[in-house]
């Protein structure tokens, strides 16, 4: 059980189900859904906590690794920001609140704290039909490129199953050993090798119902994705990854997975965030979302005069 605020707990298997109490009621925020929550904590560091009715989530910044506070929730939203801020100067946590969605400040006013919309971690939503069927100017070269790899590779099919089937598990591990030979960044690589590697472990234990979707040539899988389906006609992409360098065929993967899952009731796809990497803002912002989820940064409105004390402002 997840306790109440200020005590926090580590993460654990058993909670996917009280952390969905706490979230079913609001759009599918892929920081607060329990496969990324649980499939992130590469490091142990993820603590859970609730106060005044929402979920409390204290993790490593993405990016930086610092120490990161955020809530998804509408009750009691001032008392429980101004809690939160209270507590992040305790833990000397200089964000403040980060990740907060857009549902948690609808009613918060600005003269109480300082929101800044936090762009880089928007999350991105995509139509299923529009990716399933690319057609029009927009979406032209996505086309010609999932075109180009099954002329070329016309033997190539489309397939997907369950993650938690334990025989596509050495295949997707292939992949990440090929695509992991070709990024730079080693501390990068590592965090989502491991960040799959828990989805994988997650997988044989709960036997939950993750999408694999691959794109197979001569039963060797050559890229694939791993989707949620959610009950609230959405989907949450996990991960995308690539083997080899087929032309075309992540648009490929893409579009075939689009039709699949808007033949299974899946009208909105979300993407997650860019994080602010110029590379993957450009790759999906190339897809044409149809909307986003935002997310808000939250501080207390302080500044320092010419004496060096601290005051509460209004915003301007």
């Known amino acids: 059980m997840i306790p109440t605020f200020p005590k926090f707990k580590k993460i654990s298997r058993n909670d996917r189900a009280e952390i969905l109490?706490?979230?079913?009621?609001?759009?599918?925020?892929?920081?607060?859904?329990?496969?990324?929550?649980?499939?992130?904590?590469?490091?142990?560091?993820?603590?859970?906590?609730?106060?005044?009715?929402n979920l409390i989530v204290m993790l490593p910044d993405y990016i930086s690794g610092e120490p990161?506070?955020?809530?998804?929730?509408?009750?009691?939203?001032?008392?429980?920001?101004a809690d939160l801020l209270d507590y992040a100067d305790k833990k000397d946590i200089t964000s403040g609140l980060t990740l907060v969605p857009e549902i948690a400040i609808s009613k918060l006013q600005k003269k109480d704290f300082k929101i800044e919309e936090d762009e880089d971690h928007f999350d991105y939503i995509f139509s299923t039909k529009k990716?399933?069927?690319?057609?029009?100017?927009?979406?032209?070269?996505?086309?010609?490129m999932a075109k180009r790899f099954i002329?070329?590779?016309?033997?190539?099919?489309?397939?997907?199953?369950?993650?938690?089937?334990?025989?596509?598990?050495?295949?997707?591990?292939?992949?990440?050993?090929?695509?992991?030979?070709k990024k730079t960044k080693k501390e990068d690589l590592v965090l989502e090798n491991r960040a799959i590697r828990r989805t994988l472990m997650l997988s044989k234990m709960d036997k939950n119902e993750l999408l694999l979707?691959?794109?197979?040539?001569?039963?060797?899988?050559?890229?694939?994705?791993?989707?949620?389906?959610?009950?609230?006609g959405y989907a949450i992409s996990h991960f995308f990854k690539v083997k080899n360098d087929y032309k075309g065929v992540s648009e490929y993967l893409n579009q075939q997975t689009?039709?699949?899952?808007?033949?299974?009731?899946?009208?909105?796809?979300?993407?997650?965030?860019?994080?602010?990497?110029?590379?993957l803002k450009k790759s999906k912002t190339g897809y044409r979302p149809?909307?986003?989820?935002?997310?808000?940064?939250?501080?207390?409105?302080?500044?320092?005069n010419n004496k060096t004390k601290l005051y509460l402002v209004k915003n301007e």
């Open 258 to 279: 689009a039709q699949f899952l808007h033949e299974n009731g899946v009208e909105l796809w979300n993407w997650e965030q860019d994080l602010g990497i110029e590379g």
């Open 21 to 53: 109490s706490y979230t079913k009621d609001f759009l599918p925020y892929s920081d607060y859904n329990f496969n990324s929550l649980w499939s992130w904590d590469t490091t142990g560091e993820m603590r859970l906590s609730i106060l005044n009715g």
């Open 131 to 144: 990716l399933s069927e690319l057609t029009g100017k927009s979406f032209k070269t996505k086309r010609l």
């Open 151 to 181: 002329t070329n590779q016309p033997e190539a099919t489309f397939k997907t199953s369950l993650v938690s089937n334990p025989e596509s598990h050495k295949q997707i591990l292939e992949v990440l050993k090929n695509w992991g030979g």
């Open 213 to 232: 979707a691959g794109v197979y040539l001569n039963d060797e899988l050559l890229a694939f994705s791993i989707d949620e389906v959610l009950s609230i």
């Open 290 to 304: 149809v909307q986003f989820l935002k997310k808000y940064k939250i501080q207390k409105n302080i500044y320092y």
């Open 68 to 81: 990161a506070l955020s809530f998804i929730g509408n009750k009691k939203l001032k008392k429980t920001v």
